[in-house]
């Protein structure tokens, strides 16, 4: 009997992950995620793994580009999350989002690190495409505390 899809959601839920915003520069500007499915992947060379869904409409301006960035999001930007997550219009993502360019991506303001990769590769898996980023550039901002999600909630690392 295959294990059911809810009851896996809810196990891996269990594994406390950071939030944050993938970003690319779209056909008709800036574009943007919310995911959790982010992991550094190798240090020689520098390289990020990103989970894309398949019906992300980032992931063909993600494609188109050629590059992206990972926005990692403190906490009290929650709201940040779940505009980034929401199904509102493209254009409507950035509105009111007070970011700037860093080597053709859009960069979110106020997060606590970000990240500038180049697609090196993009594998197949399941539902969701894997993109392997080569990192061209990256900044954190001294202190705060990540947003953090577990449990199908934001919560503290307190």
Partial sequence: MEPDP???????GHFATGVTVVTAAGPHG????????????SL???LLLVCFDNRARTLPAVRAAGRFGVNVLRAGQE???????????????????????????????????????????????????????????????PG???????RGGYTSVR
């Avoid at 705060?144 to 577990?150: D, I, K, R, S, T």
């Fill in 144 to 150: 705060g505390e990540p947003l953090v999600w577990f």
């Fill in 6 to 12: 809810q009851r896996y959601r809810a196990v891996i």
């Fill in 30 to 41: 800036a574009m943007g995620m919310t995911t959790n499915a982010v992991c550094s992947l």
């Fill in 79 to 141: 709201g940040l999350s779940g505009q980034f997550a929401s199904k509102l219009p493209l254009e409507e993502k950035f509105e009111a989002v007070a970011h700037r360019t860093e080597h053709d991506v859009p960069i979110l303001d106020g997060v606590l690190a970000w990240l500038v990769c180049e697609l090196a590769e993009e594998l197949p898996g399941g539902d969701h495409t894997v993109g392997i980023g080569r990192v061209l550039a990256m900044d954190h901002s």
């Fill in 44 to 46: 020689e060379p520098l």
